[in-house]
């Protein structure tokens, strides 16, 4: 990678808040000592509307507002993992919560709390045998993103690679499971909109999911199949695994420059669409192709390069399907692409979405599946608005979908599968692209697989043939 790559990564440090190890101080007292904080804070709140209402004190009501939303990302960003990820998910997902609140838990993304420098040289020498300073040619104490269990630092091998070294902060994995711990009794709630809901099935995916991204190799691990996937693709690519640097809490992989999405969004509508393109072609390839998904998509984990270029960053949260779950996907998709409602309904049910099929259910399951994929509705292009995403979220409170949660749940497996649908909703709707999306999901589904239009659909399509000629050098004889 050019040395002005390096320094395009470097122009884009920010301030930062500056945070000791994170410490369990139990499984009950640290979480609610955060959910206290956040209560208090939305009680001032609450308190400073009021005041609005009786002196219409626009001003005053705004410097309330603002130090609410910094009370509320300040204790997601101290509970890290999970809850930390609920505030990502807020912060890109609707585009109706306040805007200081938004604009506070954005900074979740990357730029969460970080942690002190002697701590990180602590960390990487009792993992690498030395400290930074000595292992890397070059190593910048300040780190370029900070996230939800460690933070990145560039640096420079001494053989020359650019290198993104991402290092775990010390403690995060008793802070975490701590945490993980209280995860089912602040799903109970969720029973009110559907009694059949499994809360115990749904915590344990997430638990171990979530328990996963602790573990650096099972990351490189995952991002390393995820390259292979996509080797030598023209757009989509994944960041090379430096494994001579990487250990269980530091992960060292190529540094990758490019546009946040933010950036992104404002460039014209020509290459947003391109970008949307090649994301949503990651997300159906990963899928369908491969049976991987990338659980933690959000703005944060991309990098734009123009001209439908794109990276995908950060391989901790990632679900291998199992063959029955691929099944599964297949065969729903297939039934509602090919308007088989009663199919349907049998496949939901086999899935466990529904203890039953009765005929009664057939119309409002075809309809709730469609309106949770409304990109692959219609056989023509489609701009996303912010609007969107928020729309999907709605979904689940639509009063039309009643009867189906009532003797519906959603199967632990799935849980992430809805988590990616609603974080590609909304990179999509923040780029406002444009594109066939239906034409670009079936190029992975195994009973279609003809190229999108346009020429990211025939590069795509090339790169897939060579990749297949290399694999077997008959597959299209």
Request: proline share 6%; glycine share 8%; charged share 25%.
């Amino acid at each position: 990678m050019a040395s002005s790559d390096v320094s395009e990564i470097g122009s884009e440090r920010r301030a930062a808040r500056t945070v000791a190890p994170p410490r369990s101080t139990g499984r009950v007292t640290r979480p609610l000592a955060i959910t206290r904080r956040a209560g208090a804070a939305t009680a001032t709140a609450l308190a400073a509307r009021t005041y609005r209402r009786v002196r219409r004190d626009e001003q005053v009501a705004a410097r309330w507002e603002a130090r609410t939303a910094q009370h509320l990302a300040d204790g997601l960003g101290e509970m890290r993992g999970a809850v930390m990820k609920l505030g990502q998910l807020v912060s890109y997902l609707d585009h109706r919560v306040p805007e200081h609140l938004r604009a506070s838990l954005a900074a979740l993304q990357e730029d969460a709390p970080r942690m002190a420098a002697e701590l990180v040289d602590e960390v990487v020498e009792a993992e690498l045998g030395a400290p930074p300073a000595h292992l890397f040619a070059r190593w910048d104490p300040d780190p370029i993103a900070a996230a939800s269990i460690g933070q990145v630092h560039r640096a420079v091998a001494h053989d020359g690679r650019a290198v993104a070294v991402k290092v775990q902060y010390p403690g995060i994995d008793e802070a975490v499971r701590s945490d993980l711990a209280m995860l089912r009794p602040l799903l109970l709630p969720l029973r009110a909109l559907a009694p059949r809901l499994d809360i115990t099935a749904i915590a344990e995916e997430v638990r171990t999911r979530v328990s996963e991204e602790l573990d650096y190799r099972r990351e490189a691990a995952n991002q390393q199949r995820f390259a292979r996937a996509f080797a030598g693709h023209p757009h989509l690519h994944v960041p090379a695994v430096y494994e001579d640097l990487s250990s269980d809490r530091v992960l060292s992989t190529e540094l990758v420059a490019g546009h946040r999405t933010s950036e992104a969004a404002t460039w014209s509508a020509a290459e947003r669409d391109l970008a949307g393109a090649s994301l949503y072609r990651f997300v159906a390839s990963s899928l369908y192709d491969h049976g991987l998904l990338h659980g933690d998509l959000h703005p944060g984990n991309l990098r734009f390069h123009g001209q439908g270029r794109i990276s995908v960053l950060d391989f901790g949260l990632i679900r291998v399907c199992t063959p029955s779950e691929r099944d599964i996907q297949e065969r729903t998709l297939r039934a509602w692409t090919a308007g088989e409602a009663d199919e349907l309904l049998a496949v939901l049910g086999t899935a466990g979405y529904l203890p039953s099929a009765g005929p009664d259910l057939v119309e409002a399951a075809e309809a709730h599946f469609a309106s949770l994929s409304p990109l692959l509705g219609a056989d023509e292009e489609r701009t996303v608005r912010p609007a969107d995403a928020a729309a999907l979220v709605d979904v689940y409170l639509d009063e039309r979908f009643d009867h189906l949660r009532q003797g519906g749940t959603i199967p632990g497996p799935l849980v992430f599968h809805h988590r990616l649908n609603l974080g590609l909703h909304a990179v999509l709707g923040a780029l406002g692209a444009r594109a066939n999306w239906r034409r670009i999901s079936a190029e992975s589904w195994p009973w279609d697989r003809s190229p999108a239009p346009g020429p990211l659909g025939a590069a795509h399509d090339r790169w897939r043939r060579g990749a297949a000629d290399r694999t077997d050098p008959g597959a299209h004889r």
